[in-house]
């Protein structure tokens, strides 16, 4: 069964730090693509960052960008999001994905924005940023 479980999130200060972890099962985690993505109260699902296969690159949304970092550690199937200088804005509901095959070569290797491109989503884990 493929399967993604996020796990590290809680309630937090601004200004503290969180790190998230996503452990992957039933797929080869080191031959995909690996994203974030949140969705606050009243918004819609936004990516927040990004990891290729290899770790060959990194991608982060704007207000994220010198605060949060990701990682992979293929031999623990578990890609993770260091959060530092938590702001209230990052409260939300944080998932972890699968980057889709979709028939090109090696694509599901590497990022993308757009959710629909991902097809194996985790259960979410809450993140609340409040003094």
């Known amino acids: 069964q493929l399967q993604l479980v996020e796990s590290g999130g809680g309630l937090e200060q601004p200004g503290r730090s969180l790190t998230l972890s996503c452990v992957a099962s039933?797929?080869?985690?080191?031959?995909?693509?690996i994203g974030w993505f949140r969705q606050g109260p009243g918004k819609e699902r936004e990516g927040v960052s990004c990891?290729?296969?290899?770790?060959?690159?990194?991608t982060y949304i704007d207000s994220v960008k010198g605060r949060f970092t990701i990682s992979r550690d293929d031999a623990k199937n578990t890609v993770y999001l260091q959060m530092n200088n938590l702001e209230p804005e990052d409260t939300g509901t944080y998932y972890c994905?699968?980057?889709?095959?979709?028939?090109?070569?090696?694509?599901?290797?590497?990022?993308?924005?757009?959710?629909?491109?991902?097809?194996?989503w985790g259960q979410g884990t809450q993140v609340t940023v409040s003094s």
């Open positions: 994905a699968r980057r889709r095959a979709t028939g090109v070569y090696n694509e599901h290797r590497f990022c993308a924005s757009d959710p629909g491109m991902y097809d194996v």
């Open positions: 990891i290729a296969s290899a770790g060959l690159s990194d």
């Open positions: 039933g797929f080869t985690l080191r031959m995909f693509g």
